[in-house]
């Protein structure tokens, strides 16, 4: 569905990923490319001292201006300028990866002997970096259920952050961001939400209450399964200023070509969404009507704890979803080793269709799992599905295939 633009543009959401960032005509002739050309440096360099002075003296002042190439030039702004677009933020700070963007974060709002409380649903190797990095800096973080009464329950006097995302990671729990948020200010904590699922363009954290919205542009901006980049937007002047800082220091930079690619890949943003969410509608009837099917974690299904949520505060959906089935890890692994159009893989947000196993030790600290597996989901295994652009036809057959080999003696 298509959705509205925010703030004072003109333009819808669809509209502006097609304009934003086009090459500017040259003056003398009067052409130019309809894309923004990569545009590579090291070196900037400037027409005067004065000139310098001036860019210097913004840099200073937490402005967008490039000095060196780090910080990049016209393509780097493009995009930066797309995510904000899609965010509703006021600047955005590329990073390497998601991951290097959660960290940037993290690392702009955390100090030694501070806390951050974490939702149990968020991206695994969160807990990874708290494990060899945060608490290595002398910063405490608990883990806990996105639900006010856990989260009051482990608020301590030096709490500064609440960082959640929204689905879910793994089982796509919709989390309330609004009554979380307001919970969170009351507390003068600094949210920050991982919005990797919705990518601006389907969910807005900011919008909903989140300070810091961060993504792994890595999925469905870039579209392709072609780069590795990620991002935090922000739209208060005190945050961004202190995202500024930590992004200098840390010395993150993104490549031209990458940037150039995940532009590329936000023209068709919306229309790749949209596709894949069409098809993992259709993919999700024919799963509910199989018999080893005991649950399908997906925010759109009708069935799912999460819909309501979803229809309240999402503007869409995309092809990402998990299936719990009743088949032993024999016999999931040959049903993964029997379909011929999904790829094993751990990324989404692609062209393609992906399939992986969710790792049981991975659900054993996931309070969602805890608090909807019934006996029998518990005595099955747990498939992670992205529902590419292929014919959902072709899907239906290929998983028919798998899930009979699944079942031969």
Same mark, same amino acid.
């Given at each position: 569905?298509?959705?509205?633009?925010?703030?004072?543009?003109?333009d819808r959401i669809d509209t502006q990923l097609q304009h934003i960032g086009q090459a500017p005509l040259d003056p003398v002739t009067g052409a130019g490319p309809v894309a923004l050309p990569s545009m590579r440096t090291s070196t900037v360099r400037f027409a005067s001292m004065d000139m310098l002075d001036r860019a210097q003296a913004a840099k200073q002042r937490g402005e967008r201006v490039p000095t060196y190439g780090r910080v990049g030039l016209q393509t780097h702004e493009a995009l930066e300028t797309l995510l904000c677009r899609l965010e509703g933020g006021q600047r955005a700070f590329l990073a390497p990866s998601g991951m290097a963007a959660i960290s940037m974060a993290l690392m702009a709002c955390? +100090?030694?002997?501070?806390?951050?409380?974490? #939702?149990?649903?968020?991206?695994?190797?969160?807990?990874? /970096? @708290?494990? $060899?990095?945060?608490?290595?800096?002398?910063?405490?973080?608990?883990?806990?259920?996105?639900?006010?009464?856990?989260?009051?329950?482990?608020?301590?006097?030096?709490?500064?952050?609440?960082?959640?995302?929204?689905?879910?990671?793994?089982?796509?729990?919709?989390?309330?961001?609004?009554?979380?948020?307001?919970?969170?200010?009351?507390?003068?904590?600094?949210?920050?939400?991982?919005n990797t699922w919705g990518s601006g363009y389907i969910y807005q954290p900011l919008t909903l209450g989140a300070?810091?919205?961060?993504?792994?542009?890595?999925?469905?901006?870039?579209?392709? +399964?072609?780069?590795?980049?990620?991002?935090? #937007?922000?739209?208060?002047?005190?945050?961004?200023?202190? /995202? @500024?800082? $930590?992004?200098?220091?840390?010395g993150s930079t993104v490549s031209a070509d990458d940037a150039w690619l995940a532009l590329r890949g936000a023209r068709t943003l919306g229309l790749r969404m949209r596709g894949c969410a069409e098809n993992a509608q259709t993919v999700c009837q024919w799963l509910a009507q199989q018999p080893q099917v005991s649950r399908i974690f997906f925010p759109a299904w009708p069935e799912d704890p999460g819909h309501a949520l979803w229809q309240r505060d999402a503007k869409g959906s995309n092809?990402?979803?998990?299936?719990?089935?009743?088949?032993?890890?024999?016999?999931?692994?040959?049903?993964?080793?029997?379909?011929?159009?999904?790829?094993i893989g751990y990324s989404w947000g692609g062209y393609e269709s992906l399939v992986t196993q969710v790792e049981p030790s991975a659900l054993a600290s996931h309070h969602y799992w805890g608090a909807n597996a019934?006996?029998?989901?518990?005595?099955?295994?747990?498939?992670?599905?992205?529902?590419?652009?292929?014919?959902?036809?072709?899907?239906?057959?290929?998983?028919?295939?798998a899930f009979k080999a699944a079942a031969q003696p």
């Amino acid at each position: 569905m298509p959705r509205e633009s925010t703030g004072d543009a003109p333009d819808r959401i669809d509209t502006q990923l097609q304009h934003i960032g086009q090459a500017p005509l040259d003056p003398v002739t009067g052409a130019g490319p309809v894309a923004l050309p990569s545009m590579r440096t090291s070196t900037v360099r400037f027409a005067s001292m004065d000139m310098l002075d001036r860019a210097q003296a913004a840099k200073q002042r937490g402005e967008r201006v490039p000095t060196y190439g780090r910080v990049g030039l016209q393509t780097h702004e493009a995009l930066e300028t797309l995510l904000c677009r899609l965010e509703g933020g006021q600047r955005a700070f590329l990073a390497p990866s998601g991951m290097a963007a959660i960290s940037m974060a993290l690392m702009a709002c955390l +100090s030694q002997g501070e806390h951050a409380l974490v #939702v149990d649903c968020v991206y695994g190797p969160v807990r990874y /970096l @708290h494990k $060899t990095i945060l608490s290595r800096m002398g910063i405490a973080a608990d883990f806990v259920a996105p639900s006010l009464e856990k989260l009051q329950a482990a608020l301590r006097p030096e709490t500064r952050i609440l960082y959640l995302e929204s689905p879910g990671s793994l089982l796509l729990e919709m989390l309330d961001l609004p009554a979380l948020a307001r919970w969170a200010h009351q507390h003068k904590l600094t949210v920050i939400a991982d919005n990797t699922w919705g990518s601006g363009y389907i969910y807005q954290p900011l919008t909903l209450g989140a300070d810091i919205s961060v993504i792994a542009a890595t999925k469905y901006i870039g579209g392709h +399964s072609d780069l590795m980049l990620g991002a935090a #937007v922000a739209t208060d002047p005190a945050l961004i200023a202190r /995202l @500024h800082e $930590t992004h200098y220091a840390l010395g993150s930079t993104v490549s031209a070509d990458d940037a150039w690619l995940a532009l590329r890949g936000a023209r068709t943003l919306g229309l790749r969404m949209r596709g894949c969410a069409e098809n993992a509608q259709t993919v999700c009837q024919w799963l509910a009507q199989q018999p080893q099917v005991s649950r399908i974690f997906f925010p759109a299904w009708p069935e799912d704890p999460g819909h309501a949520l979803w229809q309240r505060d999402a503007k869409g959906s995309n092809g990402l979803l998990a299936v719990a089935v009743d088949f032993t890890t024999p016999q999931t692994r040959r049903l993964i080793d029997h379909l011929r159009l999904f790829s094993i893989g751990y990324s989404w947000g692609g062209y393609e269709s992906l399939v992986t196993q969710v790792e049981p030790s991975a659900l054993a600290s996931h309070h969602y799992w805890g608090a909807n597996a019934t006996p029998r989901m518990q005595a099955g295994t747990v498939l992670r599905l992205h529902i590419g652009l292929e014919d959902p036809v072709d899907l239906i057959a290929d998983l028919d295939e798998a899930f009979k080999a699944a079942a031969q003696p």
